[in-house]
């Protein structure tokens, strides 16, 4: 003879699988948390090695957050040489974290991105390094315009989305104001 169902049992059994499931859900994320850490450094690291000057130091280390962005100071002999400044621009498909590298002039040495959620095919060749170094590595944002040429400034669209190339543009404005406020506060 088959058990009755009841409410009670029901809800107890319903309980002891959620109970289940949410203890292997957090044995699985303290599994996991310290890899994608490692990975997710690992990815800053090697985005910083990519936009600055070579250097002696390790710019990681003396990281400096100003203005809801991070700076890494690269220096060699203990001469700055450049900073890596990381910072988050609103792309078409959401945020797009990326490296900007200046150097101690302010001039861009290179730009990386880190992380994006653009539409493949289109703004996810924002990632393409050669679009984006070969117009605008080794200028100064103070002295050219860096938007893009449909609003009448003097970069093609770096990608075959307009909307992604004026966020990609505006996180590299936003770095360069970050280093601008940084030369403001290191003079006497």
Known sequence: MAKESSFKNMVITLSLICLICSALLGVVYSVTKAPIEAAELAK??????????????NPS???????GSVV?????????????????ASGFGGPIQ?????????????????????????GAK?????????????????????????????????TASTITSRAFLKGVDAAYKVFVELQKEQQP
Do not use: W
């Open 44 to 57: 800053i690291n090697n985005a910083i090695k990519a936009v600055v000057p070579e250097c002696d130091n």
């Open 126 to 158: 924002i990632s393409d390094e050669i679009a984006t170094r070969t117009q605008i590595v080794g200028k100064h944002p103070a002295s050219s315009n860096l938007t893009v040429t449909k609003d009448g400034g003097e970069i093609d669209a770096i």
């Open 61 to 67: 280390e003396e990281m400096v957050e100003m203005e």
């Open 72 to 88: 890494y100071p690269a220096k060699m002999n203990g001469e700055i040489v450049g900073y890596a400044i990381k910072v988050k």
């Open 98 to 122: 990326m490296m900007v590298g200046f150097n101690s002039d302010g001039t861009i040495y290179n730009t990386s991105v880190i992380s994006h959620a653009e539409t493949p095919g289109l």
